[in-house]
């Protein structure tokens, strides 16, 4: 066999062993319950739970943001995420979190939103106090 031929061989054994690496580091979306037993961050996926409003006062702590989500399996908790509101957070579809659960409350590193389409006509409404008001639809009229 050629030097040239055991060497690419190599090289091809070595991007093969990089990816499957890469790949056993990827995580899956967990719950919340899955997230209280493990030790590591984990990605949980949910929705904002709008009736139970959000707390985000700039003036008094501009880097505690708390609110309620509702993961994929209906559990409830509190999440925490010490940092700023994210900036569209009443718009957003879906979340992410990535954190870890400690007691009862999920501690936000990042969170990830889908926003929804510029086509999506609902809009959320925040008061300044975290309460939501019902969405409300625009209707645009049409010239016959």
Sequence with gaps: MKKSAI???ITIAICIG????????TDSYSN???AAKSEREEHVMGYWEKEK??????LKDPNHFAFY???ENGTINKVVLNGSKP???E???KLVLIGKMQHDTFYASKILMKCPSKYNDNMVEVNKDGSVKEPTKNVKESKS
Excluded: C, P, T
Excluded at 53 to 58: H, S, V
């Design 7 to 9: 060497v690419g061989l």
């Design 91 to 93: 718009r957003s579809e």
């Design 69 to 71: 989500m509702k993961d």
């Design 32 to 34: 919340f319950k899955e």
């Design 53 to 58: 409003g959000m707390y985000y006062d700039a």
């Design 18 to 25: 990089f990816l499957v690496s890469l790949n056993a580091e």
């Design 87 to 89: 900036q569209d957070f």
